[in-house]
């Protein structure tokens, strides 16, 4: 006869998938199904391949971009001749998600790792929706889950069920977020688009990585925080710990200067961090605990249109160089996460 504990082994996975299947559908009809009504003309082309397949070579007429002349061939056979292309309409699209210690915390209704799992979850639903790929690298202390991309609704159902099949890190160490880019590198084969989903509370030492992985791909740091993270309440004496290394320390938040340097020390953090993605050449989204999934994915949606905008304008003859960095955030004053100890050790300096 089974005992309790077996039986709720075998409990938990039928548990899971669900409460996965709930959460799919509640993101379907609260977000998804007002997003169709939103998302239309242009922004239909947004979840679309913008890949080149070469499918024949002519001979070069008047008005041709002379970008496309097959150099080989023309000077092989004496005439210019110009490369013509068929455009690839699937987009294979991957998901990086950090689900490190530091993704648990949350002061309010849900913590950066549920959020993590919704916005995968609509994104990855939209583009399944429209013919398109999705896999995942999962991450907690190290690179352990690879999900193939694939299409349709049970694959991202799969998705789901796995992040939230992963346990919150108890044990204490540092998030090395270069590992997981790293990983990326080697697994990502075609070129697709890439979603970095974390907070990025790491050891450093990942702008170069991130940087080598935007050469390749398409990449949007998709950057989770919480409010709290930026500006502490006057609520008197609070412990903060510190979820990457266990280490804690008591505050006393009634002193206005200690909140003062504590969001001036956050925003220098912030600074820092929005600096090391420019310079890696990638596009930001900034995603609050507090913050409207549908108004986020709007945001989204209106980062890639100003991308695509731009690699166009900058395309034309006579206009070189690349697109800018892009951060789309809910407000100029964009909050900030910062490590609890680093940050409150700065500023009661």
Same mark, same amino acid.
């Given at each position: 006869?089974?005992?309790?504990? /077996?039986?709720?082994?075998?409990?938990?996975?039928?548990?899971?998938?669900?409460?996965?299947?709930?959460?799919?559908?509640? !993101?379907?009809?609260?977000?998804?199904?007002?997003?169709?009504?939103?998302?239309?003309?242009?922004?239909?082309?947004?979840?679309?391949?913008?890949?080149?397949?070469?499918?024949?070579?002519?001979?070069?007429?008047?008005?041709?971009?002379?970008?496309?002349?097959?150099?080989?061939?023309?000077?092989?056979?004496?005439?210019?001749?110009?490369?013509?292309?068929?455009?690839?309409?699937?987009?294979?699209?991957?998901?990086?998600?950090?689900?490190?210690?530091?993704?648990?915390?949350?002061?309010?209704?849900?913590?950066?790792?549920? *959020?993590?799992?919704?916005?995968?979850?609509?994104?990855?639903?939209?583009?399944?929706?429209?013919?398109?790929?999705?896999?995942?690298?999962?991450?907690?202390?190290?690179?352990?889950?690879?999900?193939?991309?694939?299409?349709?609704?049970?694959?991202?159902?799969?998705?789901?069920?796995?992040?939230?099949?992963?346990?919150?890190?108890?044990?204490?160490?540092?998030?090395?977020?270069?590992?997981?880019?790293?990983?990326?590198?080697?697994? *990502?084969?075609?070129?697709?688009?890439?979603?970095?989903?974390?907070?990025?509370? /790491?050891?450093?030492?990942?702008?170069?990585?991130?940087?080598?992985?935007?050469?390749?791909?398409?990449?949007?740091?998709?950057?989770?925080?919480?409010?709290?993270?930026?500006?502490?309440?006057?609520?008197?004496?609070?412990?903060?710990?510190?979820?990457?290394?266990?280490?804690?320390?008591?505050?006393?938040?009634?002193?206005?200067?200690?909140?003062?340097?504590?969001?001036?020390?956050?925003?220098?953090?912030?600074?820092?961090?929005?600096?090391?993605?420019?310079?890696?050449?990638?596009?930001?989204?900034? !995603?609050?605990?507090?913050?409207?999934?549908?108004?986020?994915?709007?945001?989204?949606?209106?980062?890639?249109?100003?991308?695509?905008? !731009?690699?166009?304008?900058?395309?034309?003859?006579?206009?070189?160089?690349?697109?800018?960095?892009?951060?789309?955030?809910? /407000?100029?004053?964009?909050?900030?996460?910062?490590?609890?100890?680093?940050?409150?050790?700065?500023?009661?300096?």
């Amino acid at each position: 006869m089974p005992d309790a504990a /077996s039986t709720a082994a075998e409990a938990a996975p039928v548990a899971r998938a669900a409460s996965t299947e709930a959460l799919l559908k509640h !993101l379907e009809w609260t977000v998804i199904r007002r997003l169709d009504g939103l998302l239309q003309g242009d922004y239909r082309t947004l979840w679309r391949g913008a890949g080149l397949d070469l499918a024949d070579l002519r001979e070069y007429q008047h008005h041709d971009d002379v970008r496309h002349i097959d150099w080989n061939v023309t000077a092989r056979l004496q005439q210019p001749y110009v490369r013509q292309f068929t455009e690839d309409r699937e987009l294979s699209a991957w998901f990086l998600v950090d689900l490190s210690a530091s993704v648990d915390f949350g002061s309010d209704r849900l913590s950066k790792r549920s *959020v993590a799992a919704e916005f995968v979850g609509v994104l990855a639903r939209l583009l399944t929706r429209h013919g398109n790929r999705v896999g995942a690298l999962l991450y907690g202390t190290e690179v352990d889950t690879v999900i193939p991309a694939r299409g349709g609704r049970l694959h991202v159902l799969e998705l789901l069920q796995r992040m939230s099949a992963r346990p919150a890190q108890t044990a204490p160490g540092p998030t090395r977020l270069a590992d997981l880019l790293r990983a990326a590198q080697r697994i *990502v084969k075609r070129r697709s688009s890439v979603f970095i989903v974390s907070d990025f509370i /790491s050891a450093p030492g990942w702008e170069a990585a991130l940087a080598q992985l935007a050469r390749r791909h398409e990449v949007t740091a998709v950057r989770l925080f919480d409010p709290l993270e930026m500006d502490l309440p006057d609520i008197g004496l609070l412990t903060l710990r510190d979820a990457e290394s266990g280490e804690e320390v008591l505050v006393d938040t009634h002193d206005r200067g200690f909140r003062t340097r504590f969001k001036a020390a956050a925003e220098r953090r912030e600074a820092a961090l929005l600096e090391g993605l420019a310079s890696a050449g990638v596009d930001t989204l900034e !995603l609050a605990t507090d913050d409207d999934l549908m108004d986020a994915i709007l945001r989204f949606a209106d980062l890639r249109k100003q991308r695509s905008r !731009l690699a166009n304008w900058s395309a034309k003859p006579g206009r070189a160089g690349s697109a800018n960095h892009l951060v789309a955030n809910r /407000s100029a004053a964009a909050s900030a996460p910062g490590r609890a100890r680093d940050v409150a050790d700065e500023s009661a300096r």
